[in-house]
């Protein structure tokens, strides 16, 4: 039941983002300043956070190279 539940938000964030309404619904307007995309960052991080759930961490593509050493001479 829970696997259902999270993929249900991953499915609604998902198609909040997608925004096949064209804008004609939206929880937050994006024309009030500061706080107009808070509704599509937090969609965005509920899909993250269901996709990690079930096994794909698309943080990583997020997260700077870690260093490569020189090669030896």
Known sequence: M????VALA????FLYLMNPT????ELL???IPLV???DEATATM?????LRYFG???TDLFRPAPPRL???Q
Do not use: E, Q, T
């Not at 829970?2 to 539940?5: P, V």
């Not at 064209?22 to 619904?25: E, R, T």
């Open 22 to 25: 064209l804008g004609i619904f």
């Open 10 to 13: 991953g499915i609604l964030a």
């Open 36 to 38: 107009g995309n808070l």
């Open 46 to 50: 509920v899909l993250l956070a269901v």
């Open 2 to 5: 829970k696997k259902l539940l």
């Open 56 to 58: 794909w961490d698309l």
């Open 29 to 31: 307007p994006d024309n």
């Open 70 to 72: 020189a090669a030896r």
